[in-house]
């Protein structure tokens, strides 16, 4: 059983991860290593930054990261729930909603650090940008995805506003809610590196950024590799709770 389940589970991971890890050095030999490094080179250059402070610029990153996607999707999930249950709610704040989630981040950078100057609050600031709108029309979506003959079961049977709501409503929002998080995290990891890049001082971002200016490839690669790392990671936190929470949205990959 167990066997059965590595092969099924592990092995294929494990497999693409060595085919591309060949792929990479035979992409390296026929490049000029200053544009494309080789694995050795990048691993020296890993455990070069990592015998220095590698460690506490990745939990600087990730606590920018938790603080700024945390914040927005506190804030996000009830307005989703607000906008999916009250049409008035909807018409108020469908327009700004629909407006600022397609300006990118990017653009957002300057104004924040014009607000809150190059600091972790601007930083957060910029992934609380990116991630609740995301979270919020997710939401809202599960609010509007409710089969509406559960709703009149629910009321038929004497249910209120709010034991509909608690019942039937946000059971069917919170999957919503999930994938609108597991989408708005891919949002956040994009966003702390453009904003550590201008407004950090510390971090991945600025690793990579620091690395660009004096041409070291092999930290820019480090950089790289980690934060995909650190997104699986957390992408598996979100992939857990939707198969646990997620009831016919379980197991979506």
Do not use: C, K
Not at 142 to 171: C, D, E, K, T
């Amino acid at each position: 059983m167990i066997r059965a389940r590595f092969v099924e589970m592990v092995l294929p991971y494990l497999l693409s991860v060595a085919i591309m890890l060949g792929l990479w050095q035979l992409a390296a030999t026929q490049v000029n290593p200053l544009f494309f490094p080789r694995l050795e080179t990048v691993w020296r250059s890993f455990w070069s930054l990592a015998s220095g402070d590698l460690g506490a610029q990745i939990l600087v990153s990730l606590a920018r990261i938790l603080a700024g996607f945390g914040i927005a999707s506190l804030a996000a999930v009830p307005i989703g729930l607000l906008m999916g249950t009250v049409p008035a709610v909807h018409r108020l704040l469908g327009g700004p909603v629909d407006f600022f989630r397609f300006i990118p981040p990017i653009a957002m950078i300057v104004l924040a650090v014009a607000w809150f100057g190059a600091s972790d609050v601007a930083i957060v600031f910029l992934i609380g940008f990116s991630t609740i709108f995301i979270v919020t029309i997710n939401t809202e979506a599960g609010v509007l995805h409710v089969v509406r003959n559960r709703i009149r079961a629910a009321q038929m049977m004497g249910a209120g506003f709010w034991q509909v709501f608690w019942l039937v409503v946000l059971p069917s929002a919170i999957p919503h809610a999930l994938i609108g998080m597991r989408i708005a995290m891919g949002a956040a990891f994009s966003t702390i590196v453009s904003a550590e890049m201008i407004a950090g001082d510390y971090g991945l971002g600025y690793l990579l950024q620091e690395a660009r200016t004096t041409l070291r490839t092999g930290n820019i690669f480090v950089g790289i590799v980690l934060l995909g790392m650190l997104g699986i990671m957390t992408d598996r936190v979100f992939r857990f709770l939707i198969d646990r929470f997620g009831g016919e949205h379980a197991g979506s990959r």
